[in-house]
């Protein structure tokens, strides 16, 4: 636990962006319920949801906000700041809170400012808006999450000094990659005295299962700890963070997590070696680094399953070519297929990893063949 904004806040936080599903492909409420208690028995008290995460808000108003009391915890949802007026804009809060049924939100963040984007958030007067709830008592603090450049963080955080904290993407990954940029939006996030909330530590699941030369890099070690809580313990780990959110999917996956961040530690001299040795091994290695969180999908004409077809293209390396058309058939049954594409670029310009789709998925027309 350490203290911010006058509360002891857990380190790990529970993202809510990929609960757990039933054979409906519908949110498994139950297991969720069962997630929550096992993460507030372990000390959490950080959640986190959006308007935009299907089915995500209703879910927690079943797991959580109906079974605690709403002092217990902390609630954290994002609006989305869509290129559909001012007004629908402004009224995601109130439908967010309708669905959640928490009162109010204790972070609430405009969400996943990118140079795409940051017109509506200007033209739309978001930033004084945010401030209005806060009167209001409908928010308690209020700041955005980032997926763009140092340079527009940096004009973001000098034009809007009240902004109370960022949340960023952050993972041993991306910590270079200057698509993201990690390290440096971090340090731009510390010498404006802003705390941080890391999203996608394990990269979309990525760094939980990653490439066979990174696996064995941290099997030499013998810890026990998975590939996951390497990843989660490396963000952990820096200055200036308040949380790490874990999209977790299973209570396998919540078991995983507290068993490193329950009594957490942040890495020592050597497991710092160790994790550079992975960043090196991954740099080698040339993949999609699709996080899978189907923005780009939203709006394709041809409704093409990209991240999905991308992580076929990430598991190729190492699987017979039968598997790996095998898999491509199924992801992309009854969808469009990569050939399909009409290179409209509406998904490069929703990605927030700043991916080169068309050209991606040009090369995935081999899986077809």
């Given at each position: 636990m350490a203290e911010f904004f006058g509360r002891d806040i857990f380190k790990l936080g529970f993202g809510l962006m990929r609960l757990p599903k039933d054979a409906d492909?519908?949110?498994?409420?139950?297991?969720?319920?069962?997630?929550?208690?096992?993460?507030?028995?372990?000390?959490?008290n950080y959640f986190d949801t959006a308007f935009v995460y299907n089915?995500?808000?209703?879910?927690?108003?079943?797991?959580?906000?109906?079974?605690?009391?709403?002092?217990?915890?902390?609630?954290?949802?994002?609006?989305?700041?869509?290129?559909?007026?001012?007004?629908?804009?402004?009224?995601?809060?109130?439908?967010?809170?309708?669905?959640?049924?928490?009162?109010?939100?204790?972070?609430?963040?405009?969400?996943?400012?990118?140079?795409?984007n940051i017109d509506n958030y200007n033209k739309y007067g978001l930033w004084d808006y945010v401030k209005?709830?806060?009167?209001?008592?409908?928010?308690?603090?209020?700041?955005?999450?980032?997926?763009?450049?140092?340079?527009?963080?940096?004009?973001?955080?000098?034009?809007?000094?009240?902004?109370e904290f960022?949340?960023?993407?952050?993972?041993?990954?991306?910590?270079?990659?200057?698509?993201?940029?990690?390290?440096k939006n971090l340090e731009i996030c510390r010498k404006h005295g802003k705390p941080v909330i890391v999203m996608e530590p394990v990269k979309g699941g990525i760094l939980a299962d990653p490439i066979a030369s990174v696996k064995a890099i941290f099997?030499?070690?013998?810890?026990?700890?998975?590939?996951?809580?390497?990843?989660?313990?490396?963000?952990?780990?820096?200055?200036?963070?308040?949380v790490v959110l874990s999209g977790m999917s299973?209570?396998?996956?919540?078991?995983?997590?507290?068993?490193?961040?329950?009594?957490?530690?942040?890495?020592d001299a050597h497991e710092e070696?160790?994790?550079?040795?992975?960043?090196?091994?991954l740099n080698a290695y040339k993949a999609i680094?699709?996080?899978?969180?189907?923005?780009?999908?939203?709006?394709?004409?041809?409704?093409?399953?990209?991240?999905?077809i991308f992580t076929v293209a990430n598991r190729k390396e190492g699987s017979p070519e039968f598997r790996t058309r095998r898999e491509y058939t199924i992801v992309t049954q009854g969808r469009g297929r990569a050939s399909d594409c009409i290179q409209c670029g509406q998904c490069e310009a929703a990605c927030p990893q700043h991916l080169p789709i068309i050209e991606l998925l040009e090369s995935c027309r081999e899986f077809e063949e």
């Open positions: 492909g519908v949110i498994d409420v139950a297991e969720t319920a069962e997630m929550v208690d096992r993460f507030i028995e372990a000390g959490g089915g995500s808000e209703e879910a927690i108003r079943k797991a959580l906000v109906e079974r605690y009391p709403r002092e217990s915890y902390m609630l954290a949802s994002k609006m989305m700041a869509f290129d559909r007026g001012e007004e629908a804009v402004k009224e995601e809060i109130y439908t967010s809170l309708e669905r959640t049924g928490a009162q109010y939100f204790d972070f609430y963040l405009l969400h996943a400012l990118q140079r795409s209005e709830l806060k009167a209001k008592g409908l928010i308690r603090h209020y700041g955005f999450s980032f997926h763009s450049d140092p340079e527009l963080l940096e004009q973001i955080l000098t034009d809007h000094p009240d902004m960022v949340q960023l993407q952050i993972n041993y990954a991306d910590w270079e990659n200057p698509g993201v940029a990690s390290r099997d030499q070690e013998k810890n026990g700890l998975s590939y996951a809580g390497w990843a989660v313990r490396f963000v952990a780990s820096q200055p200036g963070v308040m299973s209570l396998a996956q919540m078991e995983d997590n507290l068993s490193y961040m329950r009594d957490f530690k942040p890495l070696e160790v994790i550079r040795a992975a960043q090196e091994a680094p699709c996080t899978g969180c189907h923005y780009c999908t939203e709006g394709c004409p041809m409704n093409i399953p990209i991240p999905e």
